[in-house]
């Protein structure tokens, strides 16, 4: 019993103590930690947003997702995210056609020193800032889609709390799309 233990912890620690690539092309989220996160990633709180009048705008740019690794059904997803008018918003979800689910995510390291993943709760975005859901970072997981390749493109819905849902068309490739 101890034996089994002692296995069942090296390989959770295994599978958190990896980089994010690493779990996706493993394929295991089944071991992952999603507890929630502290507030530097994700907001706990639900204070109610400032209104200054004028509905939020969210432009997306830099949308792209990894193609799927042989064999998987997950993948990650990534994003820029800034308010072209209004002074906050804050990402509820996302959603991608085709997928069974998709979550927020982010890195934070362990009382080991280890690298994991976490599903996070909702990303507030100010006037000025800028959302970057990026690898080693924040990012989108994406669960239940049918394998992808690089070169095609997968439609998604980011829903922002005050601008509602925000089309998004992320580019399927190994690194971010360039930009002009």
């Known amino acids: 019993m101890r034996t089994a233990l002692l296995l069942s912890a090296a390989l959770f620690l295994t599978a958190c103590g990896g980089t994010e690539d690493e779990a996706v092309m493993a394929g295991d989220t089944g071991t992952m930690d999603h507890g929630s996160m502290g507030h530097d990633m994700a907001e706990t ?18 949308a792209w997702m990894r193609p799927h690794p042989q064999g998987r059904d997950v993948t990650a997803a990534y994003f820029t995210a800034t308010l072209a008018e209004g002074a906050a918003d804050r990402l509820v979800s996302a959603s991608v056609t085709g997928a069974d689910s998709v979550e927020l995510h982010g890195h934070t390291m362990n009382d080991q020193g280890m690298m994991q993943m976490r599903a996070v709760g909702p990303q507030r975005l100010d006037a000025g800032d800028t959302l970057v859901f990026a690898p080693g970072g924040l990012h989108l997981m994406v669960f239940g889609l049918d394998p992808v390749v690089a070169g095609e493109t997968v439609d998604g819905v ?20 360039e930009v002009d």
Do not use: I, K
Request: hydrophobic share 50%; aromatic share 6%.
């Open 45 to 62: 709180e639900q204070t109610p947003l400032p209104d200054d009048g004028v509905m939020p705008v969210v432009a997306v740019s830099a």
């Open 158 to 177: 980011l829903l922002f709390e005050r601008a509602g849902e925000v089309p998004v068309r992320f580019a399927v490739g190994l690194s971010a799309p």
